[in-house]
């Protein structure tokens, strides 16, 4: 079975940091391309990170580039989203997904085929 699971959301005050994680079961992690998708309420999902299935290319939305950063780990089979700076418009639930990519060395936003159900990240002080 597929599945991501993601983990080390919670409250944090704005100009803190956390450190999300998205470990990963039933595929070969570096068979994939890795994005990070976050949802606040009442808004569309966005892509805020993607990942190649090495991690030579990675992209940010510009919304979050120079304050976060997306790394994996392919041994663990689990993929990290550090965030700092964090701000209020950072809260959201916060997904990662996975999809075997035509060309290894990208990755986009786009056709993801695998989800997880999210990890809620709230900024405020």
């Known amino acids: 079975q597929l599945q991501l699971v993601e983990s080390g959301g919670g409250l944090v005050q704005p100009g803190g940091s956390l450190r999300l994680s998205c470990a990963t079961s039933g595929f070969t992690l570096d068979d994939y391309a890795i994005g990070w998708f976050r949802q606040a309420p009442g808004k569309e999902r966005e892509g805020v990170a993607c990942i190649s299935t090495t991690g030579s290319t990675t992209n940010y939305a510009d919304s979050v580039k120079g304050r976060f950063t997306v790394s994996r780990d392919n041994a663990k089979n689990t993929v990290y989203l550090q965030m700092n700076s964090l701000t209020p418009e950072d809260t959201a639930v916060y997904y990662c997904?996975?999809?075997?990519?035509?060309?290894?060395?990208?990755?986009?936003?786009?056709?993801?085929?695998?989800w997880g159900k999210g990890t809620l990240v709230t900024v405020s002080s």
């Open positions: 997904a996975a999809r075997e990519p035509l060309i290894a060395s990208t990755c986009d936003y786009d056709g993801m085929d695998y």
